[in-house]
């Protein structure tokens, strides 16, 4: 009754050859024993040899079986006839050993199984010279669990097999092979029965569709040269500008039918790595790609964590795309969701019927902000999970880094206020020592299996050494976002000019603390949606003052310590704020000035490679200056960036009024003439031009502090960027040569 009822734990220990247990004069059993188990057939034979035996039905719910005189197991298939009369011979997946082995077993017992995938999951291989498809799943308090789907009609004729203690389930289904959608039956420990998509799915069906899918991996990469020489340089040591996008809105395409639909994978293989080629950026940083079943989401509810989203394309179409940008030189960062998951029936939430995955208390689990649950990171097996994980994108799919989504969520205990609310992710009501302890070790084993992966964290609280190593006492994350410089900034850029006199800290401020951290200036999704308005639509007044002010923003931004990092569309000054279901406004790049932000990025991109001050000291405090941060009445700002060598400063002035300033007298570190490279009111932007002198010569004259200066005027609304005009200056120390007066 219980292979019957879906809840043997051991069905191969019924089904299958078997001697009988009375014994020979040998001590071997001169007959076998073979049991089938096959829901909905009328009758069942045994072929061997071409030799046919009938079996008997020993259950009416499908059961069959038949003795044989052997001393050996022999190899047979199965003859069976279906309640129509038709036949078909088919493999007995119960005569086949398990196909997990006993170390993978132990490893995962103990949480330090860090190639889980290769061995959980649905895996198209040959086993004992047939070809077909091992399942495996972890659930540990489920009392049944059955593999079902194309192959078996969605029956329940395949029950698994739990080894051991370890709470995984086993099966090898001859005869299966990829493209097959299947799930999980699961019977819990009440006997409810819940069908489950497969957590180590490495395909699925696109939703709204909800079934897991075997899959082969066969893809022939092409970007070993960018591999070898990624690997090869140091993570921190080189320029990075990253341009993030959602794949699912950035483009659409218009069908025969005049409907629009967004870019398959290969389609956007063709353009995107151009277009972002074309603008200077080193890096794309992809909105999560695991799959979700809600656009809404934007991927952050992820049910799928092995799997890209089927929306745009297969496994290998993914890979393809990868491999697209990285030929084109164009590094790939994924958002990574390791702080909570989706609440969907049929995936991860009480998976067995038992908080899994999940803390069996509500009030640790429930994440109210978003109607999702938190994982339980005391858990080896969850850790492990999330690890494994982690190296999986990394290895799998070649990407060259993570983004940890909501890291703040988790750091923190959550906490229930006057109302009765859950509050998640603040400080001051403790730290959550489970979670802490498992992002160091996320941290440290990638770090120590891809030394060159780039991990960052979204992180917006003060939690100290983010960036710094675990064994110095920080979580060891590679960037962290610079979420407070964005909120100053945004807002101060928000303010009509006439009354930024009177908020120049706003942008002065962020100096205090921007060497603590290695940060990543972001200006991301989160920034230009749900009420918050586009980046330009955020600038106050007319529609020139607009644009001047978005272009002398992303100076700033460009020039301040940092990494910089821009979602899709305000490269080019998207009207409207973004929408999941659209694609960016595109016709805008008819217009001048938005082709003018979109030329401007571009130059932004070339210059910021160009110039080593700009990012080669960006975590090193000396490699900042302030010349003057204290003209609030004028809302003039002006700072200087540091390289070790070759071309080494850059000074960077913004005037972020409206009335031009002449004759501005500004210090500099050494004499001669200087190249203004950059003015954001230049014509080729959309600016107005022609205020600003392309060179400038500092005389002998101190100011700010500085041993030289030159008079300037400063066009309204405005960033410039000067250099020396010498190629290079001679080194009076090492290694950062000549000290400069420091404020």
């Known amino acids: 009754m219980a292979l019957v009822e879906g809840r043997h734990a051991s069905p191969h220990a019924i089904l299958g050859a078997h001697r009988d247990s009375s014994c020979g004069a040998n001590g071997v059993s001169p007959r076998l024993s073979i049991r089938a188990w096959m829901p909905g057939a009328r009758a069942m034979a045994i072929i061997i040899d071409g030799c046919r035996t009938e079996m008997e039905r020993l259950h009416d719910a499908g059961l069959f079986g038949a003795h044989l005189r052997d001393r050996e197991i022999p190899e ?38 860090y190639q889980l995938w290769q061995h959980l999951g649905a895996h198209v291989r040959v086993h004992q010279g047939v070809p077909g498809t091992a399942f495996s799943v972890w659930a540990p308090n489920a009392r049944g669990v059955r593999v079902v789907g194309d192959f078996n009609t969605w029956d329940s004729r395949h029950p698994m097999r ?49 079934a897991s899918i075997t899959v082969t991996a066969d893809y022939k990469w092409h970007d070993e040269a960018w591999i070898s020489d990624r690997d090869s340089a140091s993570r921190l040591a080189a320029p990075a500008s990253f341009y993030e996008c959602h794949l699912g809105s950035w483009r659409f395409r218009e069908e025969p039918d005049g409907s629009w639909r967004p870019l398959s994978y290969r389609e956007l293989a063709e353009e995107l790595p151009r277009y972002v080629l074309g603008l200077g950026f080193t890096h794309v940083a992809l909105m999560p790609v695991a799959e979700h079943p809600s656009l809404a989401s934007w991927g952050y509810q992820v049910t799928g964590y092995y799997a890209p989203t089927a929306r745009y394309g297969s496994p290998d179409d993914f890979r393809f795309l990868v491999d697209s940008l990285h030929r084109k030189g164009i590094g790939v960062i994924v958002d990574w969701v390791g702080s909570h998951f989706a609440r969907d029936a049929w995936a991860l939430a009480r998976f067995d019927g038992t908080a899994l995955y999940e803390h069996a208390d509500p009030r640790r689990s429930c994440r109210p902000d978003w109607d999702t649950i938190a994982f339980n990171y005391g858990r080896f097996e969850v850790r492990n999970f999330l690890i494994a994980n982690a190296l999986f994108w990394l290895r799998e799919y070649h990407v060259d880094g993570l983004r940890f989504d909501a890291l703040a969520s988790i750091l923190y205990l959550p906490f229930a206020d006057p109302n009765g609310n859950v509050v998640v992710g603040y400080p001051g009501h403790g730290e959550d020592a489970d979670a802490i302890d498992f992002v160091r070790e996320l941290n440290e084993i990638v770090h120590s299996r891809h030394s060159s992966a780039l991990i960052m964290a979204e992180e917006w609280s003060t939690w100290p050494g983010v960036s710094r190593s675990v064994a110095t006492g920080g979580l060891g994350f590679d960037f962290k976002w610079n979420m407070g410089w964005t909120h100053d900034t945004l807002t101060y850029f928000g303010r009509d000019p006439v009354h930024r006199r009177w908020h120049h800290e706003e942008l002065t401020f962020g100096l205090t603390y921007a060497f603590c951290e290695n940060f990543i200036l972001p200006i991301s999704h989160d920034d230009v949606v749900h009420g918050k308005s586009s980046l330009l639509a955020k600038m106050p007044g007319d529609r020139w003052q607009q644009f001047a002010n978005l272009r002398a923003l992303l100076a700033w931004m460009w020039a301040y310590p940092g990494r910089p990092l821009l979602f899709m569309g305000n490269e080019f000054g998207q009207e409207d704020e973004w929408q999941c279901a659209r694609s960016l406004d595109w016709h805008l790049l008819r217009e001048s000035a938005h082709a003018g932000v979109q030329a401007l990025v571009r130059t932004l991109n070339e210059l910021y490679r160009d110039q080593p001050a700009l990012w080669e000291r960006d975590f090193d405090c000396t490699g900042f200056r302030w010349i003057e941060p204290s003209d609030a009445e004028s809302s003039i700002f002006a700072f200087l960036r540091v390289a070790f060598k070759g071309a080494r400063y850059l000074t960077c002035i913004a005037n972020l009024t409206t009335v031009v300033r002449h004759g501005y007298r500004v210090g500099l570190p050494i004499g001669g003439p200087w190249t203004v490279v950059l003015d954001t009111d230049a014509p080729q932007y959309g600016g107005t031009g022609g205020i600003a002198s392309s060179g400038v010569r500092a005389a002998a004259q101190p100011w700010h502090g500085l041993p030289y200066s030159a008079c300037l005027t400063l066009p309204p609304l405005a960033v410039l960027w000067l250099i020396p005009a010498a190629a290079a200056q001679s080194l009076d120390n090492e290694p950062g040569g000549e000290s400069l007066p420091r404020l």
């Open 76 to 113: 047979y298939r199965l003859e069976v006839t279906c309640a129509d009369g038709s036949t078909f011979t088919t493999e007995d997946p119960y005569r086949f050993p398990p196909t997990l082995r006993e170390p993978d077993l132990h490893l995962l017992a103990e949480g330090r199984h």
């Open 162 to 210: 739990v080894l051991g203690s370890s709470g995984v389930w086993e099966i090898f289904v001859p005869g299966v092979g990829s493209g097959t959608l299947y799930k999980y039956e699961v019977m819990d420990a009440d006997g409810r029965l819940a069908f489950r998509a497969d957590p180590f799915a490495f395909a699925t069906e696109a939703p709204p569709g909800s």
